[in-house]
């Protein structure tokens, strides 16, 4: 059974404060590791996905890598806009339908003070 | 890139009464769509797989008596829940990903917050 574990659960920062988001996995057969950004009320808003080891991916202040256990989201120079709930997911090759069904960790709340 | 819309964002039903909830794939087909369940201050809980043509696929714990699923063309989905009760409160998400595109992610719509009186 594929697990995800996001770790801290919440996280407060200064802005300009950077910090990392701590994303720990098992899968059997790792096809894809995604982030996503979910603000209060509203969907989750696609952001990287992640397909091998020492790959990563990067847009404005945020960078995401991954290992053969675990994902950072890194965020530098955080801005107030910033905060939100980051969640990771994981998808196997043995998920059913087709593979589209993903595993999500708790998710870490950011919040970046001005 | 791929939009999906859910409607209502909102909804607040008595008890005993059904609501029903829209997926859709604005710009792009899907032929699986899924449906996920959201408490406050807690992650996504995939509640079941909705399949184009098919019968839905549902995650154990969860009943396909209460939570109807229709998935009637390659871009709407619907999940209905039947005579609700104050438990089933929740924020519902809907899900789908442009199975034309090599490596598209899921995309989600924007939920729907339903109160049960």
């Known amino acids: 059974e594929d697990q995800v574990t996001q770790s801290p659960e919440a996280l407060r920062l200064q802005e300009g404060e950077s910090s990392s988001l701590n994303c720990s996995y098992t899968v059997s057969g790792l096809r894809g590791l995604f982030w996503y950004r979910q603000d209060p009320g509203k969907g989750p808003e696609f952001l990287f996905t992640?397909?091998?080891a020492g790959e990563e991916k990067e847009k404005e202040r945020l960078k995401a890598t991954l290992t053969k256990k675990e994902s950072f989201l890194h965020i530098t120079a955080p801005k107030p806009e910033d905060s939100a709930t980051y969640l990771c997911?994981?998808?196997?090759?043995?998920?059913?339908?087709?593979?589209?069904?993903?595993?999500f960790g708790g998710g870490t709340r950011l919040m970046v003070k001005p | 890139g791929a939009v999906v819309s859910q409607h209502p964002s909102r909804v607040i039903c008595k008890s005993g009464t059904s609501v029903k909830i829209e997926c859709r794939s604005l710009d792009f087909q899907a032929t699986t769509m899924f449906w996920y369940r959201q408490f406050p201050k807690q992650s996504l809980m995939l509640m079941a797989t909705?399949?184009?043509?098919?019968?839905?696929?549902?995650e154990q714990g969860v009943e396909k008596d209460k939570f109807l699923i229709n998935h009637a063309s390659l871009t709407l989905s619907t999940l209905t829940v039947t005579s609700a009760h104050p438990e089933d409160s929740s924020f519902y998400i809907c899900?789908?990903?442009?199975?034309?595109?090599?490596?598209?992610?899921?995309?989600f719509g924007n939920g729907t917050r339903l109160t049960v009186t």
């Open positions: 997911a994981v998808q196997s090759f043995e998920s059913n339908n087709a593979g589209n069904m993903l595993t």
């Open positions: 909705s399949n184009e043509g098919s019968k839905a696929t549902y």
């Open positions: 899900s789908a990903r442009d199975q034309y595109r090599t490596n598209s992610p899921l995309h």
């Open positions: 992640l397909y091998s």
